[in-house]
């Protein structure tokens, strides 16, 4: 039976969608991702959901197509973005694309997925460019506030996955060597590895906290430069790929 990610994801958004990941995470992703654009080429999302991201990186790129689950999502998606963007909404597994792309962005989807590895391994062998970039960005099981949600029982360890998570469609959480395992095991060139945003505090928190004057742009800045100290502490983890043989 096939997953409806109309009802998975849209009747489910209202209690796991923050403010943190749009305005806080969203442009730090973006921020670690810059230095290695191939900003002259084309770029591929998968997973636009309802376009936050895609309207950050349609600033950037003037070729940007994107491949999406749910078709609800589209719509919304289509309101937020010029009309150049090329949407298609289909399965990532059935989808068939007319060319190659010099980026691919891959941002908090792959911990959807049945099977993620078949999904990293099409990027690898069919939809990425020889001179290509894959970004590939999941939540991070060891961010701190995981870790203490562990401590105070709420979870019962690092990497499982929630009852939300699990009514919002995850089937895993990632660590960094498991995220690189699964790159390696679809046969990607793993060329950079960090995190993105120091983390201590679940994402409701921060959303409370963004709603007062109490957290200033600096010390997000310095939040998101911790995290490249301790990128096993941070709120994502984020592998920069190349492609690799088949």
Not at 12 to 21: K, L, P, Q, V
Not at 92 to 117: G, S
Not at 168 to 190: P, S
Not at 204 to 215: H, K, V
Request: negative net charge; contains cysteine; proline residues 3%.
């Amino acid at each position: 039976m096939k997953r409806d990610y109309n009802k998975e994801i849209i009747d489910n958004e209202r209690e796991y969608a923050y403010s943190f990941d749009f305005d806080v995470m969203h442009p730090f992703m973006l921020k670690s991702f810059e230095p290695f654009f191939n900003k002259n080429g084309s770029l591929l999302e998968l997973g636009c959901f309802k376009g936050d991201f895609t309207k950050r990186i349609v600033e950037i790129f003037d070729d940007v197509t994107c491949v999406e689950a749910s078709s609800e999502a589209i719509d919304e998606a289509k309101q937020k973005v010029s009309s150049n963007v090329k949407f298609i909404n289909a399965l990532f597994e059935d989808v068939a694309l007319d060319k190659k792309y010099d980026n691919i962005v891959l941002t908090h989807v792959l911990e959807h997925l049945d099977d993620p590895v078949r999904v990293l391994k099409r990027i690898n062998d069919e939809w990425l460019s020889d001179n290509g970039r894959f970004f590939l960005v999941t939540p991070n099981a060891m961010a701190p506030s995981r870790q203490i949600a562990v401590k105070m029982g709420l979870i019962t360890h690092n990497s499982a996955v929630t009852p939300a998570e699990e009514k919002h469609g995850h089937r895993i959480t990632y660590t960094l060597d498991t995220l690189e395992r699964d790159a390696k095991a679809a046969g990607l060139k793993v060329v950079h590895r960090s995190g993105i945003f120091f983390k201590a505090l679940a994402n409701f928190q921060w959303d409370r906290l963004l709603a007062t004057d109490i957290i200033s742009t600096e010390y997000l800045n310095g939040c998101y430069e911790l995290g490249q100290h301790y990128p096993e502490l941070c709120s994502s983890i984020f592998l920069m790929c190349e492609k690799g043989n088949k």
